[in-house]
């Protein structure tokens, strides 16, 4: 083989390895800007989260527990009060004046029929907590509640068995159990306190609670019903349900609205009394101090 030739060979070759190089390069070169793509992406959710937390941040100074100076556990004090302030309009300008109509156009008879039927239905959650938590006097009260309201009461619509306890030694009074109140019952602690968008004060045990509540046990927003008697349309039809949940928030709300109307005349600071009067009440509940409602 002469010079040349070699020259040749030798430089077919050199070229061949660039070729082959410049492929594993564009292969590495794609997959570093995937991976810059994906670190780009980790530090941005890092740097939205840590905005957020800054945000999230209490005004306040902190101890080491999280706790705020009234040693009320408010972590997130500053985002609460936004969404707070957020409920006080929405409350104000919305649900309030659909809560004045409701009272104004329903006879005081027929609103306490209706809270009488909703208290009923909330037996269903009342009974099913009290058995979770092995309370069985609660759990057998609320069920003779449930079966002499629903049969004799005529739906619920008579609240019979507080009048029962009213004349007797029998205590068929109305009580207070729900999913938070269970966890607590077991020793998960409340978390901090938050407050939710539309539905008001809460804590991170209460919010878990709130949703089992919701979605597994209220007959009305979907619970027992849809497990027990899922082949009965009408009943877990959304048509039925919606109206019936909207006019329990409406008469609850109504029910309120004297004390909310108190509340602000007499608080300094109303997110401040809304939040430890709510933890408190939480606390006595959990400990069945005051049980009987």
């Known amino acids: 083989m002469n ?3 070699k020259r040749h060979t030798l430089c077919e070759g050199v070229l061949n390895q660039l070729h082959k190089y410049g492929k594993i390069d564009r292969i590495f070169t794609k997959r570093n800007k995937n991976m810059i793509n994906i670190i780009r992406s980790i530090a941005v959710a890092i740097l939205v989260s ?3 937390l800054t945000g999230c941040a209490s005004t306040k100074p902190l101890s080491t527990n999280g706790n705020n100076q009234n040693g009320v556990n408010d972590p997130l004090e500053s985002m609460n009060r936004a969404v707070f302030n957020f409920n006080e309009v929405f409350y104000h300008n919305v649900l309030d ?3 004045r109509g409701y009272k104004i156009i329903t006879p005081d008879p027929i609103e ?3 809270g009488n039927m909703f208290s009923n239905v909330n037996e269903v959650v009342v009974i099913t907590n009290s058995v979770l938590q092995l309370n069985y006097e609660s759990a057998l009260a609320s069920s003779a509640r449930l079966l002499v309201n629903t049969t004799f009461g005529m739906f619920g619509m008579i609240d019979i068995a507080s009048d029962i306890s009213a004349v007797s030694d029998v205590n068929l009074n ?4 729900d999913f938070g109140q269970t966890l607590g019952r077991y020793g998960i602690a409340s978390g901090p306190y938050i407050v939710l968008p539309f539905l008001g004060p809460s804590s991170v045990r209460d919010t878990v609670g709130l949703a089992v509540d919701s979605f597994i046990f209220d007959p009305i927003t979907q619970g ?3 497990i027990f008697v899922n082949h009965v349309a009408y009943i877990n039809s959304t048509a039925v349900r919606l109206p019936i949940g909207t006019a329990r928030t409406i008469h609850l709300r109504a029910r309120h609205l004297e004390n909310d109307k108190t509340l602000e005349e007499a608080a300094l600071d109303k997110y401040e009394f809304v939040r430890d009067a709510y933890l408190q009440r939480r606390t006595s509940l959990v400990n069945n101090k005051n049980e009987v409602k």
Do not use: D, H, Y
Not at 174 to 177: G, L
């Open 112 to 114: 306490m029929i209706l």
């Open 97 to 99: 004046p659909v809560a």
């Open 174 to 177: 109305k009580r207070n159990e």
């Open 224 to 226: 027992i019903t849809g």
């Open 50 to 52: 840590s905005l957020f």
């Open 3 to 5: 010079a040349k030739t």
